[in-house]
């Protein structure tokens, strides 16, 4: 049965520091990996998928790796901004249904 | 490209009635997913549905709770005879088979009250 653990579940810095989320699963037979940023109150943004053949996505300011084998993804922002602030998930699908962490929340300060 | 649509937005309950929500996909995506979140949890699969077809429906509590996803039409989920322990946030996430991956996007959520 698939588990997904996201540590930190809250972090707070400073504007412009770069940070990294972390998201660990246990079963390593993943099909894709998904973050997403939640917003209080609103649904899910989907920022990155990666395959489970690939290693990394990039998107401008975040950059999402993979390492299936010690079933590990991260999401890296780079130069955070209180824009950033929210609630990020990761999601891990196989046979089609994601399961979630229980979400790391970041608040960037001015 | 509208996005995945969900309504309604709110919805109040008293206990016993019966709840409806529904998701609308985004165009071309055939494929839809519906998830819970609790109040203090995380978010949970509950059913995923093809059209006219339930694929994997292992997150659905046994009763009361029922969905489907017709040829015409959005995907409802029903749920019957509401206790306050239904109260969450529904939401539905929908994909296509484009490219050979699913990579899964949400509509805003029907927040569910039962008074």
């Known amino acids: 049965k698939q588990e997904v653990t996201q540590i930190p579940a809250a972090l707070s810095v400073p504007e412009g520091e770069n940070l990294v989320l972390n998201c660990s699963f246990t079963?390593?037979?993943?099909?894709?990996l998904q973050w997403f940023r939640q917003d209080p109150g609103k649904g899910l943004t989907s920022l990155l998928l990666?395959?489970?053949?690939?290693r990394e996505q990039t998107s401008g300011r975040l950059n999402a790796s993979l390492d299936k084998s010690s079933g590990r993804s991260t999401l890296y922002i780079a130069a955070s901004q209180p824009g950033d602030s929210a609630t990020y998930l990761c999601g891990a699908s196989n046979t089609g249904k994601l399961i979630f962490g229980q979400g790391t929340t970041l608040q960037v300060k001015p | 490209n509208a996005g995945v649509m969900q309504n309604p937005r709110h919805l109040v309950r008293r206990r016993g009635q019966e709840a409806r929500l529904r998701c609308s996909p985004m165009k071309g995506h055939s494929h839809v997913y519906w998830y819970r979140q609790l109040p203090e949890e995380g978010l949970k699969f509950m059913v995923y549905l093809q059209k006219e077809n339930i694929i994997d429906e292992s997150g659905m509590p046994k009763e009361r709770f029922s969905a489907e996803f017709p040829k015409e039409g959005p995907s409802i989920l029903r749920i019957q005879q509401v206790v306050r322990g239904d109260s969450a946030a529904y939401f539905c996430a929908s994909s296509s088979e484009d490219r050979g991956y699913n990579e899964q996007f949400f509509g805003p959520g029907t927040r569910l009250t039962v008074l």
């Open positions: 079963d390593s037979a993943i099909y894709n």
């Open positions: 990666i395959q489970s053949s690939q």
